[in-house]
Nanobody, 116 residues
Framework: QVQVVEAGGGSVQAGGTLRLSCAAS????????MGWYRQAPGKQRELVAR????????NYADSVKGRFTISRDNAKNTVYLQMNNLKPMDTAVYYC?????????WGQGTQVTVSS
């Protein structure tokens, strides 16, 4: 079994910064992708940023390009999301996702609230 645990959410004013972390543990042996999704009230869950192991590329949602940066520590099976210049539209529950051998593993989610 795989466990995914997020940390680092909170409340900030517009223009502020937050850093999220996600640590994976358990039966990890072939990660296909790992990254962040978010879900705002009344909206579908959407990709924010992720690493693709097959070629090392990163994907970002257009709405966060230039403001958010995903990074990782492979030795710790941990990914981070540095969020700068936050906007009220970024308010959502942020979920970490690990995709391994056709299985998706999700964290419990961490709330990010940005006030104007």
């Amino acid at each position: 079994q795989v466990q995914v645990v997020e940390a680092g959410g909170g409340s900030v004013q517009a223009g502020g910064t937050l850093r999220l972390s996600c640590a994976a543990s358990g039966s990890i042996f072939s990660i296909n992708a790992m990254g962040w999704y978010r879900q705002a009230p009344g909206k579908q869950r959407e990709l924010v940023a992720r690493f693709l192991s097959v070629d090392g590329r990163t994907n970002y949602a257009d709405s966060v390009k230039g403001r958010f940066t995903i990074s990782r520590d492979n030795a710790k099976n941990t990914v981070y999301l540095q969020m700068n210049n936050l906007k009220p539209m970024d308010t959502a529950v942020y979920y970490c996702n690990l995709h391994q051998l056709q299985h998706d593993y999700w964290g419990q989610g961490t709330q990010v609230t940005v006030s104007s």
